[in-house]
């Protein structure tokens, strides 16, 4: 079952935030049909822009990356004015990510994003590996999650979906997912990168396939524990038989984030490879 069949709305595979930038560095790389009906998440959205962290801001390590980016994007003004028209013409589905300091900032950002033509949801970041989102608002348990997944969904049409993006922790990731869904959400994504370090020592997230085994755990239990809930998987999904793990553990659909790095046609592939008419054995090339 895949989240289009849950009422999300969405397919089975979707550009990760902040994986497809605007999502003009991946147009040419999506075959003769560009980015029509893609399930874009955008890098997570701030109301005020944010300048990044300092770098080096990513590397690569034995099966994925380290990095502490410090969600840089243009701040809410610029990303209406736009990047989400861009999209929208593009044919894009456009799911915002969002953070903020507060939860009266996420709330304000859900609801001015509500009345913006063509986002057709919200994803949630409240996952982010420790302080490698620095100015974050803290979010340290479940019940903190479920405070701003409550606070975004009172300001945005039940009609739309909300993800919650929550890091992949074996010991609280069904607790944080069920309090979520309880708050509104529509579906969790598990998950974000896990906290980890550069070899200088500076704070950063491990992401890739070398935190596909966590994530996959985190995804099975709570596709066991709350089999009603919408689960998509996201680390390390880079082919068919990566996004097969995930849709095998009971995720309804996945994220596709690292690889585009290494290979920004990963999407299209998947596109095609887990479409309805695909044998699910078939393999990508």
Known sequence: MTALDHGLGLGPVMV?????????????????GGLDGLDFVTRS???DPRAGGPGPRIEEVPGGLVN??????????????????????AGVRVIVSIAGATMGEYAD?????????????????VGA?????????????????????????????VDRPVLAKLRPDVSRIVEGARSCHEAGASAVV???????????????????????????????EVARVLPELPVIGCGGVHDLRSANAYLD?????????????????????????????????EETR
């Not at 704070?203 to 985190?218: F, K, M, T």
Request: charged share 15%.
């Open 16 to 32: 990760a935030a902040g994986c497809g930038g605007t999502g003009r560095e991946l147009a040419s790389y999506c075959g003769p």
């Open 190 to 220: 598990v998950g974000n990168a896990v906290p980890a370090a550069f070899r200088d020592g500076r704070s950063g997230g491990l992401s890739g396939p070398a935190v596909a085994p966590v994530a996959l755990r985190c995804v099975a």
């Open 249 to 281: 553990a009971g995720a309804t659909g996945v994220q596709v984030g690292t690889a585009l790095l290494h290979d920004p046609t990963t999407v299209a592939r998947l596109r095609v490879a887990l479409a309805p008419h695909t044998s699910p054995n």
């Open 45 to 47: 959205i701030t109301l």
């Open 68 to 89: 502490a980016v410090g969600l840089p994007n243009p701040g809410l003004e610029h990303f209406l004015a736009t990047e989400l028209p861009w999209l929208v013409r």
């Open 129 to 157: 590996p420790d302080d490698a989102g620095a100015g974050l608002f803290e979010v340290r348990e479940p019940y903190h999650s479920a405070s701003v997944i409550s606070a975004v969904r009172r300001e945005f049409p």
């Open 109 to 125: 950002l859900a609801r001015r994003l509500s009345r913006a033509p063509g986002v057709a949801g919200l994803e949630v970041n």
